[in-house]
């Protein structure tokens, strides 16, 4: 007696992945090369090899000394809750100014003290960081408050326009309407 031998053929899923495994396979490591120049350019901005920002508002006198400001990202506030919309900006302070300065402050609206004087910058003082809330109310032609206080005890203050500072966040603010 003999036996014939019956060759299953297996489903049309298993020939497909047969067939183009080697094919999904590359496509698999390729997808992640897309992404790479937005990550090596995020990269070069966080360590401040493209700059202070993605838009560099320029140098601010504040008294005697000067610091230069930049937006971290020239995009909207981002929503980060339980916070609220928070901006963030970097700034480097000159030369001159890294021995005298104590503290760097930013603040939209003029402080009424230097315990209201707003988010602090942390980080050395050839780059620092801060988020700085913006309230959803906030009228398009606010003013952003630099405060910088001196190791003296002296304190100095300077005003942009939010405009000038961040054209992206005005737009923002419009877009709202005084909600």
């Not at 090596?40 to 320029?58: H, I, T």
């Not at 230069?68 to 700034?91: H, I, Q, T």
């Not at 959803?136 to 500072?165: C, F, N, V, Y």
Request: aromatic letters at 10%.
């Amino acid at each position: 007696m003999s036996q014939t031998s019956t060759a299953t053929s297996g489903s049309t899923l298993s020939r497909f992945w047969h067939k183009w495994r080697f094919h999904l396979n590359i496509l698999l490591l390729l997808i992640p090369l897309g992404f790479m120049p937005k990550y090596f350019a995020d990269r070069a901005l966080f360590r401040g090899d493209s700059g202070l920002g993605e838009r560099e508002v320029g140098e601010v006198q504040v008294g005697p000394w000067s610091l230069r400001l930049a937006e971290m990202r020239n995009a909207p506030p981002r929503f980060e809750n339980p916070v609220g919309y928070m901006k963030s900006f970097n700034a480097a302070l000159c030369q001159a100014c890294i021995d005298p300065v104590k503290a760097t402050y930013l603040r939209i609206g003029k402080p009424r003290s230097l315990r209201a004087a707003g988010v602090i910058f942390f980080g050395s003082p050839y780059r620092m960081g801060a988020s700085l809330p913006i309230p959803e109310k906030t009228r398009a032609d606010a003013e952003l408050w630099i405060t910088m206080e001196g190791w003296d005890g002296s304190m100095h203050q300077a005003a942009i326009p939010l405009s000038q500072a961040s054209p992206a966040t005005v737009a923002w603010l419009e877009k709202q309407g005084g909600k």
